[in-house]
């Protein structure tokens, strides 16, 4: 029989607990949330006369957990009516109810006598065949089953989330010697598809693969620091992007997680392993005065990073580790990122950067050498395979090369002689495979992605790609066409896909040029077109550098030109031969924005962060995002609907530059379309979607759309509130001048001018036509420039 | 002019938009203020009633289809008596008396009924359907700036600070929950038996309960809260919610009478509405109306300031009324003696008639002669008027 997840317990309403409970929320699940009862009555409870034994005061902790989770940001939480879906309890009253749920997930306090004795009674009431499984970070999850009936056995696992659920990808499966096999299997289809998230089985050893792998990382870092002379912030930008790493890079996310809680868990690896690194696991001096002076991080305002307010300004000051106070260090530099900067791959930056001869290459050569060593002494002892620690990292710690993904990109071979150079010899493995002449731990092959295995000693399929697409695998054999901005990919089945990789993925000439190419190509050839990316963002909009460039050069003939051919380019996804599916995730700001609006369906990836903000630059939507929402406008109102207010709701989402924070919120801001659009929470099957509903549209007959002439504008009933609110605006120092000259034409493109009648009916190029006209005038003045300007050359928003 | 007061109720103020009232629509409100009114004059048949002047400020959606007939088809058992619905802004239920005590003294009525009503709850602040003259607003924006707006304009203009506006706040709120407590607004009051049916556990409920105080003063209100509340309606300003007067839902009406009907029914006449003006000032500080039309009613009444003994000066925002007084000298020991609309509440267009029913309580409680209702209005106008004890 199929397993199905309708109801969802989740012990413990922790930081975890919450986010864990709020991601069940999203996907839909029924959950329970329920904590423990408080001994005694708070202040305010006392002052409202309240008893023990009042509900209220029962289901306290619970719910100041869940609404301080719901509270934070970013949002554990689509939308948060979604909320509505957690219902709260506690263990008195409520832990009964779990009889008929469908799983039920352990997440309170990291001990294992207390859990034991929540197990021992989810055993008594928990239906038959249900899941159980335990978030524990640390505790061994083999020793919690000990004296549980077979069927709780059976149906029992660890199941691993990373802080904060929603956001991270990775969850471990850690099965005991009992988990049916089938639980694994169920759980690794379910992670991936229903929760998005990227599973990764891992054996029952201390802090299972992610946390072992990072804690080393940043515990060998901490060990060796002061052997570099290298500042903090030295090694936050080393350790930082360039290495495809986070921006908050080692220390800041130190301080972000907090030094207590790091400590917390190297300790118990120290005490829990006994490996070649077990030293490395000890906490330097300068951190454990660190830790006795509570310079924790953000949580006590001070860690490795304080910031300071000096003369108005902000400034950030870090630790010196020989004098432990805190200095203003210079900026960083390192010549080897001249080097790098305008190589975008990452694994062809990676062998620059540890070849390089200074301090840089110094630091990336020890640090990379000593992770390569332990990563590879880890296998098979906490995974027999080398991709699940791969996968683990990239989704766990967010680490765009895996280790031996790293490995791989600065070559195996001569790298294994440089660490024996230094010491840091790797595992026996590695010499293995190197003599059997294989040089790489992957290989893509056919469009299969393969990993090499320890014990089988050959090139085996990495499983788990079934039914899944990832353009990576399928660049090397199904490229039909590219150009420096787009590559149109031959998805098969008569579908193919434009994929966009310009810098944040930044729609100009190129990118157009390849949309219209691949509309032509799949009118002429194919069945359909998907245009999805496996960037950072699906687009970040239009790039506005060719737009300032032409502005300054007073080129405004070109300029109109080009602004044409962006609408054209966008009324050719809407109108054309074949369905077309904009497939986001990500930013979708802007232009990026107006293309998945113009497409027969959006499929977005529930992490989608979409809005049109032009207002940002001084602009208006001048790509038929402002036309297209007139339309929808159009298209939604009713016989008898309070039109103004209508229109002002859709005013506000480019007036006020609204961006949804998940692609649920893009609905609400008038984005996506209600009975259209659709969301997808995994990453790992969107695109495999995308394609599927693609076919589906062309398979149930596809037909152009005729262009229109029908969309009901409101003229001037509507623009006495536009001109009024762009004034209160104005004078309530809410938004400057110039805003109220953008509000003011957005207003005029949005009312389809000042006709006189409501509820004319005029043609969509009409509105390309005013919606362009304003876009052009809004380029002319200075402040509008002045804007760009400060968005290419400092990445800034002015307020002007 | 010898028309009179002989009476006049109001309901208890509600909370907009989530108070008692909320579900409670402003003809049911007024129809049982009313019905209270009429309960004092047995001996009046009401289809001797010439008219019901209702003031409303939104007269659209509840407020709709001229409240005023419906209102006096549902508090009378006749369909003898017309109906009318008013609106100058704030000033309406003002207005309204202003027009009864005319046409009485012009003969051209005997008896009217004259106050005001509005749910703030139902219909918000600018209607549900806001169409301003395009061209107008194009070329004067500010005559529609939001009220909130304009009060940032008095602030600055008359130098008012944020500490003395929430420092006039908590005076108010102070002032309003001693009258409360000491029954000050006991017998003004009509209490109202809300019925509210709702949806609980899958079913369809009913509850009741007897609305009889005004439920907007916040006990515990300092000048240190509200110092923390941030600026309501512009990012830099002073206004706040705890410095502005509430949203709010209420009713009040008063019965006006020729000297002939006194007679004739042996009545008591409370007071006599001596004069009222009202005067145009800028619409982007409309706060300072009252400065224009107190002025303007004192000499046109030949009155001085100092006759005055009481003031209900309406509490659009403590900006406003900290200017008003501070520009005319006006004592503030006279002004909303019982708290104003910061802490009782505003409900536009039923305002006029409930401080003009507050204030000649007030001035019967304490042997005072003349009275003065005064308030700011939107676009830019003040009304004021002086009631006389008889």
Same mark, same amino acid.
């Given at each position: ?9 989740? %012990? ?435 469009? %299969? ?219 609400? %801001? ?107 005038? %809004? ?22 | ?390």
């Amino acid at each position: 029989m199929i397993r199905r997840i309708k109801k969802v317990a989740v %012990l413990g309403s922790g930081v975890m607990g919450s986010g864990i409970a709020c991601h069940f929320a999203n996907i839909g699940t029924e959950v329970l949330l329920i904590d423990i009862v408080p001994n005694e009555l708070s202040d305010k409870e006392k002052s409202q006369g309240l008893s023990l034994s009042d509900k209220q005061v029962k289901n306290r902790i619970v719910n100041d957990s869940l609404s301080a989770a719901l509270k934070s940001k970013p949002s554990p939480i689509y939308k948060q009516e979604f909320a509505k879906r957690i219902t709260t309890g506690n263990f008195d009253d409520d832990l009964h109810k779990i009889e008929d749920y469908d799983w039920i997930i352990e997440v309170v306090i990291e001990r294992l006598d207390i859990k034991k004795v929540i197990f021992e009674k989810v055993d008594q009431l928990r239906k038959h065949g249900s899941l159980v499984t335990t978030n524990t970070s640390g505790i061994s999850v083999e020793s919690m089953i000990e004296g549980r009936s077979d069927n709780f056995k059976k149906n029992f696992c660890g199941t691993h989330f990373f802080n904060p659920p929603r956001y991270l990808q990775l969850f471990e499966i850690i099965p005991t010697s009992s988990t049916k096999d089938d639980v694994i299997t169920f759980l690794e289809k379910y992670s991936s598809l229903f929760l998005g998230k990227t599973p990764v089985i891992a054996k029952d050893t201390p802090a299972f693969i992610a946390n072992r792998i990072g804690t080393f990382s940043i515990m060998e870092l901490f060990n060796n620091v002061q052997n570099f002379g290298l500042t903090i912030p030295e090694i936050d930008k080393l350790t930082g992007p360039v290495i495809g790493r986070a921006k908050s890079a080692t220390f800041r996310t130190a301080d972000i997680v907090g030094l207590d809680t790091l400590v917390h868990v190297a300790n118990n690896i120290k005490e829990t392993t006994n490996d070649e690194a077990n030293e490395l696991f000890t906490i330097p001096d300068y951190l454990k005065i660190m830790l006795d002076k509570k310079w924790l991080g953000s949580k006590t305002k001070q860690g490795f990073f304080k910031k300071v307010v000096e003369d108005g300004k902000k400034k950030f000051l870090s630790i010196d580790f020989n004098t432990l106070e805190y200095v203003e260090a210079p900026r960083p530099k390192f010549s080897v990122f001249e080097k790098t900067k305008t190589i975008d791959n990452l694994r062809e930056r990676m062998p620059i950067l540890l070849a390089d001869k200074g301090r840089a290459g110094d630091f990336y050569r020890a640090s990379f050498y000593a992770l390569f060593q332990f990563a590879s002494n880890r296998i098979p002892e906490i995974s027999n395979d080398i991709y699940k620690v791969d996968d683990a990292m990239n989704a766990g710690f967010g680490w765009k090369l895996g280790p031996f993904q790293a490995w791989d990109s600065v070559g195996v071979d001569t790298t294994v002689k440089a660490m024996e150079e230094v010491g840091k010899k790797p595992a026996s493995w590695v010499y293995e495979m190197l003599e059997l002449g294989i040089s790489s731990f992957y290989k893509v092959e056919n469009g %299969l992605l393969y990993c090499y295995n320890i014990s089988t000693k050959s090139y085996e399929v990495i499983p788990g790609y079934d039914g899944r697409i990832s353009l990576e695998v399928l660049r090397q054999d199904n490229i039909l066409w590219e150009n420096n901005d787009l590559t149109i990919f031959n998805l098969g089945d008569g579908i193919i896909n434009a994929e966009f990789h310009t810098k944040m993925n930044t729609i100009g000439a190129g990118i157009l040029e390849g949309l219209n190419k691949a509309v032509d190509m799949a009118e002429a050839d194919f069945k359909a077109l998907v245009i999805s990316n496996e960037g950072d963002h699906f687009s970040a909009g239009a790039n506005v550098g060719m737009i300032y460039m032409l502005a300054i050069e007073q080129e405004w003939e070109e300029l109109d030109l080009a602004v044409q051919w962006f609408q054209k380019t966008m009324m050719r996804m809407r109108y054309s031969a074949i369905p077309v599916i904009a497939a986001p995730h990500g930013m979708a700001l802007g232009g990026g924005c107006e293309l998945c609006m113009h497409s027969d369906k959006v499929i977005a990836h529930a992490e989608t962060y979409m809005g049109l903000v032009e207002f940002g630059v001084g602009l208006i939507p001048g790509g038929g995002g402002t036309k297209e929402f007139a339309v929808r406008l159009s298209d939604e109102l009713g016989n008898g609907d309070i039109r103004t207010n209508a229109f002002l709701n859709r005013y506000l989402s480019i007036g006020q530059a609204k961006v949804s924070t998940s692609a649920y919120e893009a609905f609400d %801001l008038g984005y996506m379309r209600k009975g259209i659009d659709e969301v997808v929470v995994s990453r790992a099957y969107h695109l495999a979607y995308a394609k599927k509903v693609a076919l589906q549209l062309s398979e149930k007959g596809y037909t152009q759309p005729p262009s229109r002439n029908d969309i009901k504008i409101l003229g001037k009933e509507v623009m006495g509130m536009v001109y009024v609110g762009a004034d209160g605006f104005t004078t309530g120092n809410y938004m400057s001048e110039h805003d109220k000259l953008i509000a003011e034409k957005l207003g005029l493109v949005m009312a389809g001018g000042d006709i006189s009648q409501a509820l004319t009916e005029v043609s969509e190029q009409y509105l390309l036509n005013l919606e362009r006209k304003a876009f052009m005038e %809004l380029c002319t003045t200075r402040l509008t420039l002045e804007r760009i300007q400060s968005l290419i050359t400092k990445g800034k928003i002015l307020r002007n | 002019m010898n028309a009179y007061i002989v009476g006049g109720y109001r309901s208890a103020i509600g909370k907009a938009p989530r108070g008692s009232f909320r579900f409670t629509r402003p003809d049911d409100i007024s129809a049982s203020v009313i019905k209270h009114l009429l309960n004092d004059f047995p001996q009046i048949e009401t289809k001797k009633i010439d008219d019901v002047v209702v003031g409303n400020a939104f007269p659209e959606a509840e407020s709709g289809f001229n409240m005023g007939r419906l209102i006096s088809l549902m508090s009378m058992d006749n369909i003898e008596v017309p109906g009318s619905t008013v609106n100058r802004y704030c000033a309406s239920g003002l207005e309204t008396i202003a027009i009864a005590s005319a046409k009485i003294t012009a003969g051209l009525a005997d008896i009217i009924i004259a106050g005001g009503a509005e749910t703030m709850s139902m219909i918000n602040m600018g209607g549900w359907r806001m169409v301003p003259n395009p061209d107008v607003a194009k070329e004067h924006p500010k005559w529609f700036l939001s009220m909130g707006l304009t009060s940032e304009m008095v602030s600055k203009e008359y130098g008012i600070t944020r500490k003395e506006q929430d420092e006039f706040a908590v005076n108010s709120v102070n002032k309003a929950l001693a009258a409360i407590d000491t029954g000050v607004f006991k017998e003004e009051i009509v209490p109202f038996t809300i019925k509210e049916n709702y949806y609980d556990n899958g079913k369809l409920q009913t509850r009741e309960k007897v609305f009889d105080t005004d439920e907007g003063p916040r006990k515990g209100t300092t000048v240190e809260g509200l110092a923390r509340l941030k600026p309501a309606f512009a990012a830099d300003g002073l206004s706040t919610a705890g410095n502005s007067s509430q949203m709010s839902d209420g009713a009040a009406f008063v019965l006006v009478v020729s000297e002939k009907i006194l007679k004739q029914y042996s009545l008591t006449p409370i007071a006599r509405l001596l004069d009222y003006q009202v005067a145009g000032v800028e619409p982007y500080k409309m706060g300072i109306g009252p400065v224009a039309a107190i002025p303007k009613v004192l000499n046109h009444s030949g009155l001085n300031l100092s006759d005055i003994d009481l003031i209900e000066l309406n509490e659009a925002f403590a900006s406003q009324s900290i200017a008003v007084i501070n520009e005319l000298g006006i004592n503030p020991e006279i002004v909303n003696v019982n708290g104003g609309a910061i802490a009782l509440g505003h409900p536009l267009g039923a305002t006029g008639a409930k401080l003009s029913v507050q204030i000649l309580n007030e001035l019967k409680r304490t042997s005072g002669k003349y009275g003065m209702v005064t308030m700011c209005i939107g676009t830019g106008q003040g009304a004021a008027g002086i009631f006389e004890m008889i």
